[in-house]
């Protein structure tokens, strides 16, 4: 079984939840399943409320605009949801783009180097396939575009076989951990920088 993340055949079970296996890449130290049912899963999306608050949200953006170089006109909410970040947007003249699992837009429609930035909170867990999007996500940034991403690593959520977020019930299928995002990054194009534990800005190069 090779790993989703850096593309490694040395991995080994871990443990399972609700029928489905998680192993562990001995490379980048992520932890995955390759299949969840479709019908196990019970939600997309268990967070509080709390962290798609204007503040936080403003806060984002906030690190958004600072970590390009230029103005932010056009960005993509991966996983728009609730369209929260995009409201926050249009208040700030910033032009938002939603994308999510049900929406007509998809990553693969849209042009070369078309935007500014991306925002990806609480998403990428969910990929079973992270290296394609991501790889498609560096050629939709202009080239010195940013990829914003929140998500809970391996170092944040302690021993995986215990912790509530490693979960296939809410689609978690693929737990990150810092060393396996940075190979992604690479892979994909990016440099990282880690914001805190569960924060990420990967820069176009």
């Not at 990150?176 to 990282?192: D, I, V």
């Amino acid at each position: 079984m090779r790993c989703p993340i850096c593309d490694c055949a040395e991995t080994y079970f871990v443990f399972s939840k609700d029928t489905c296996s998680y192993v562990k890449c001995q490379i980048c130290e992520s932890v995955f399943t390759t299949f969840i049912p479709p019908n196990l899963i019970k939600t997309q999306n268990e967070a509080p409320d709390e962290r798609n608050s204007d503040q936080n949200n403003s806060e984002r953006l906030r690190r958004i605009q600072n970590a390009l170089p230029g103005k932010l006109d056009v960005m993509l909410d991966f996983g728009c949801g609730g369209v929260e970040m995009i409201n926050i947007c249009g208040r700030s003249c910033v032009c938002c783009l939603g994308v999510d699992m049900e929406t007509s837009l998809q990553l693969d429609r849209l042009p070369i180097h078309f935007l500014d930035a991306i925002n990806m909170v609480e998403v990428i867990e969910h990929l079973y396939r992270p290296r394609k999007v991501l790889r498609q996500m560096h050629r939709v940034l202009r080239p010195d575009g940013v990829l914003y991403i929140e998500t809970a690593t391996t170092q944040a959520i302690g021993d995986p076989a215990i912790s509530d977020y490693c979960n296939p019930c809410i689609g978690h299928c693929t737990i990150f951990s810092h060393g396996g995002l940075r190979r992604l990054a690479q892979y994909a194009g990016f440099e990282m920088e880690t914001i805190n534990p569960t924060t990420f800005i990967f820069h176009r190069i």
